[in-house]
């Protein structure tokens, strides 16, 4: 049983049966793998990584046989969107101990080193195609984490508590109600 494959499937959608990782290799060193069959630091090539791809791709671990980035699953990002493409790998993130209910579940946009995808508008495209939902979306340039959707306004009331004004009281509510589970106030 895999529950993280579940709530990606959920979250993100399905695996797209026209779209493959052809030669982009960018999960294999820009995310952190800690499972009991293997481990590796974020920001650090594989071990099995060559310069054609998996040097042991038959054989690779299950987290490598099971784990799909968000081009993979979600439409509505373009082709150009993918990882190797658009210097941004895009992801559902599980956070174990979450500093606010924002961090627990969440789709993490992380640009690339030499990435142009602010200057080219990537950025905004990929933001666009993931901010639809009541999933929160954080954007990483490398320097800092910045929280992308919900909107400011609406964030600030989901974690500190406070009485929402009129017009945001319905948004605040449904996130509140969606990520509970994380604990609003912390």
Request: aromatic share 6%.
């Amino acid at each position: 049983m895999q529950p993280q494959a579940d709530v990606e499937t959920t979250l993100l959608g399905p695996i797209l049966p026209d779209r493959e990782c052809g030669d982009c290799t960018a999960c294999c060193t820009e995310l952190t793998v800690n499972t009991p069959e293997f481990a590796k630091p974020a920001g650090t090539p594989c071990i099995h990584l060559s310069d054609k791809g998996c040097g042991i791709h038959a054989i690779r671990p299950r987290i490598c046989r099971t784990w799909f980035c968000a081009w993979r699953r979600v439409a509505s990002l373009p082709d150009e969107a993918r990882p190797d493409r658009s210097g941004l790998l895009v992801s559902l993130n599980f956070v174990d101990r979450p500093q606010n209910c924002l961090e627990g579940v969440s789709i993490h946009v992380r640009m690339l080193t030499g990435s142009d995808a602010i200057a080219n508008g990537m950025a905004a495209t990929v933001l666009d195609g993931v901010c639809d939902q009541l999933v929160p979306v954080w954007f990483s340039d490398g320097s800092k984490k910045m929280l992308m959707h919900p909107d400011t306004d609406v964030a600030r009331f989901v974690l500190s508590g406070d009485a929402a004004p009129q017009d945001l009281q319905d948004e605040v509510a449904a996130w509140r109600e969606h990520y509970a589970v994380f604990g609003a106030n912390h």
